[in-house]
T-cell receptor, first 117, second 113 residues
Framework: EAGVAQSPRYKIIEKRQSVAFWCNPI?????LYWYQQILGQGPKLLIQ????????DSQLPKDRFSAERLKGVDSTLKIQPAKLEDSAVYLC???????????????FGPGTRLTVL | QQQVKQSPQSLIVQKGGISIINCAYE??????FPWYQQFPGKGPALLIA?????SEKKEGRFTISFNKSAKQFSLHIMDSQPGDSATYFC????????????FGQGTRLTINP
């Protein structure tokens, strides 16, 4: 079974530029998460999708961050404009949870390391 | 109240020893407590998890001890091996509500050969 795929793996941009990250979850996983992991800290949930609907985006800085999951499969996370403090690893995760199979394990991708200069 | 506090930040253990990492939480609504293991350049991977209906769960060399009254839980790694060297995160969530995981700050574990 293929894992969660993310691209790019690394990105370096100047502040005020925009950047986008892509995630392809494990096939059949209805729930998709984006986390921000700042160096030396635990992951922090930014947004959670159930199929193509947003379940929780309470910690997403909506003035600069946006995310979409149009067809309930792939997802993109965008930052525009980027700030220095956005330097972090952006992790995508997916889980199988639905009303028939409430499996709560989240499977993480390798992440995208963003450096904002 | 959403925080999960983890200690120590770093830990060095000799090969064959016992590694112990502790976590504490405030939100009494939390009822799912997983531990994740993360190697450099990789995403976190679920190691072991516990629900509060039991006080201990063991899987191989890994054991979670859970103290509901103290709102604390810990990971014990028996017979620690150099391959266990990684960063460990505890987390907590409300099992039936959207699985929003709140992570601790992480512990960098080094096992010396």
């Amino acid at each position: 079974e293929a894992g969660v795929a993310q691209s790019p793996r690394y990105k370096i941009i100047e502040k005020r530029q925009s950047v986008a990250f892509w995630c392809n979850p494990i096939s059949g996983h209805a729930t998709l998460y984006w986390y921000q992991q700042i160096l030396g800290q635990g992951p922090k949930l930014l947004i959670q999708f159930q199929n193509n609907g947003v379940v929780d985006d309470s910690q997403l800085p909506k003035d600069r961050f946006s995310a979409e999951r149009l067809k309930g499969v792939d997802s993109t996370l965008k930052i525009q404009p980027a700030k220095l403090e956005d330097s972090a690893v952006y992790l995508c995760a997916s889980s199988l949870k639905n009303h028939q199979a409430p499996t709560y394990e989240q499977f993480f991708g390798p992440g995208t390391r963003l450096t904002v200069l | 109240q959403q925080q999960v506090k983890q200690s120590p930040q770093s830990l060095i253990v000799q090969k064959g020893g016992i590694s112990i990492i502790n976590c504490a939480y405030e939100n009494t609504a939390f009822d799912y407590f997983p531990w994740y293991q993360q190697f450099p350049g990789k995403g976190p991977a679920l190691l072991i998890a516990i629900r509060p209906d039991v006080s201990e769960k063991k899987e191989g060399r890994f054991t979670i001890s859970f103290n509901k009254s103290a709102k604390q839980f810990s990971l014990h790694i028996m017979d620690s091996q150099p391959g266990d060297s990684a960063t460990y995160f505890c987390a907590a969530s409300i099992f039936m509500r959207a699985q929003k995981l709140v992570f601790g700050q992480g512990t960098r574990l080094t096992i010396n050969p």
